[in-house]
């Protein structure tokens, strides 16, 4: 699915158009952004990332380092949307590993303080930069590896499902799952797509309708992540899998590209069909009301 949003966003022109309105690029453009020096090795570093760039490998780790939680706030998601836009524009970048710099958690997901209490102004900003960076990971051109060192319930599960590949701590205190019914809260149908493309859509409606976070063991086995590795093991993991990944030639990534895009458009036919039902249902539920 990544790969056919990476074609999408290389070839329909029409569609980056109207994927790039959920976008917010110019947000992100205004901020400070990390440098990532053109040398062998390199490492850059904003408040809330850090990522080290190995150019003989072509693969960088990016590091989330926003205690207590790396909870997805503005700040931090920006800093993330510029750290992989100058990723993306270095073509010697092939590869990029996600990871956590805090101990026992991936990331708990949306930044609760940076929704609660906040203006119109300031959450809309917000919710576009959570869509700007699920774009920017699913549409990336770079092979994306989620090392999952700890927790990673609601946003922090989406994140890491952007990813072409999973890797989790086998540690069953962790646990990972798009939990938002639990919490009151409808998961944005492209939250829920996002899943039905990882597990499928039985595995996805009882996550969802339950608000369901799994044990390592149980993400495992509806394959929500694709390995579980020792605590210690799970970043070296990702950079050998990762080796693996950049050995296929790119070219042919872009032939599944095909066929995963054909699936996609056929999902977003069907959810805008399911939008307009629920909104001719929803007019009739009213003028039903009113007699
Ligand atoms: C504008 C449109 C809105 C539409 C929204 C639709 C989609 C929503 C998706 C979401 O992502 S909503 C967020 C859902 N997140 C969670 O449910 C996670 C809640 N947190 C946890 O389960 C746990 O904190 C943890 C991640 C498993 C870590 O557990 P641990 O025991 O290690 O730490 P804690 O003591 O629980 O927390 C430490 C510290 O961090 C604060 N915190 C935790 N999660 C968040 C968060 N999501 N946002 C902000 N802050 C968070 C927690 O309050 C503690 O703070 P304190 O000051 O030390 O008390």
């Not at 690029?25 to 990532?36: K, M, T």
């Not at 805090?102 to 990331?107: E, G, L, R, T």
């Not at 092979?143 to 999952?148: S, Y």
């Not at 922090?156 to 009151?184: F, H, Q, V, W």
Request: hydrophobic letters at 40%; charged letters at 15%; aromatic letters at 8%.
């Amino acid at each position: 699915m990544k790969m056919a949003l990476r074609a999408c966003l290389r070839t329909k022109p029409g569609l980056t158009a109207l994927l790039s309105q959920l976008s917010c690029s110019g947000h992100a453009a205004a901020r400070r952004a990390p440098a990532l020096v053109a040398q062998r090795s390199s490492s850059s570093t904003s408040q809330k990332i850090k990522v080290d760039f190995d150019q003989s490998s072509g693969v960088a780790v990016m590091h989330m380092q926003s205690p207590p939680v790396n909870s997805l706030s503005l700040e931090f998601l920006t800093d993330v949307c510029i750290a992989l836009e100058k990723l993306e524009m270095d073509k010697s970048c092939r590869g990029l590993v996600v990871t956590s710099s805090q101990p026992k958690v991936f990331s708990a997901g949306l930044d609760i303080l940076d929704m609660y209490g906040k203006s119109p102004e300031h959450c809309a900003e917000f919710w576009k930069a959570v869509q700007e960076m699920w774009l920017k990971f699913y549409g990336s051109n770079m092979i994306t590896i989620a090392a999952v060192n700890g927790s990673s319930p609601a946003g922090g599960c989406l994140l890491s499902m952007t990813c072409d590949y999973r890797i989790m701590a086998d540690n069953p205190r962790y646990s990972i799952g798009l939990n938002e019914t639990k919490l009151g809260i409808v998961a944005p149908f492209w939250f829920k797509d996002t899943m039905v493309n990882t597990v499928g859509h039985r595995a996805t409606e009882m996550a969802l309708q339950l608000g369901l976070l799994y044990s390592p063991a149980e993400a495992l086995k509806i394959g929500l992540v694709d390995q579980l590795v020792h605590e210690d093991q799970v970043l070296t993991t990702a950079t050998e899998t990762m080796t693996k990944w950049l050995a296929i030639p790119g070219i042919l990534n872009i032939s599944y590209t095909c066929h995963f895009f054909h699936l996609w458009c056929c999902n977003l036919v069907c959810t805008i069909c399911s939008c307009v039902c629920q909104v001719i249902a929803a007019k009739k539920i009213h003028l039903s009301q009113d007699f």
